[in-house]
């Protein structure tokens, strides 16, 4: 079985920064892809960063150029790096992994850690 351990998240005034980590535990597991998630109250849950198999990162618009997302293969672990942040990037952050276990691929995700943005 595999898990996904989120940390780093926290109360920061606006314009301050968070570092963000994500790391994947288990047996005989690769990682194909990661991704950055984030769920405001009452709101859906959206993608904020994909890292993809073939290295390119893809963020959503509200977030470029702030945020920079990276990945360390050897420790299977994510990371998201937040400056400049706002009040309304406050919401439960969540990374997910697509992940290929001898058996299966499938998506996993962690359990969420909350970004709150005080103005």
């Known amino acids: 079985q595999v898990q996904l351990v989120e940390s780093g998240g926290g109360l920061v005034q606006a314009g301050g920064s968070l570092r963000l980590s994500c790391a994947a535990s288990g047996s005989a597991f690769s990682i194909v892809a990661m991704a950055w998630y984030r769920q405001a109250p009452g709101k859906q849950r959206d993608l904020v960063a994909r890292?993809?198999?073939?290295?390119?990162?893809n963020y959503v618009e509200s977030v470029k150029g702030r945020f920079t997302a990276s990945r360390d293969n050897a420790k299977n672990t994510a990371y998201l790096q937040m400056n400049s942040l706002k009040p309304e990037d406050t919401a439960v952050y969540y990374c997910a992994a697509n992940i290929q276990t001898p058996n299966s691929r499938k998506d996993y995700w962690g359990q969420g850690t909350q970004v709150t943005v005080a103005s």
């Open positions: 890292l993809n198999s073939d290295g390119s990162i």
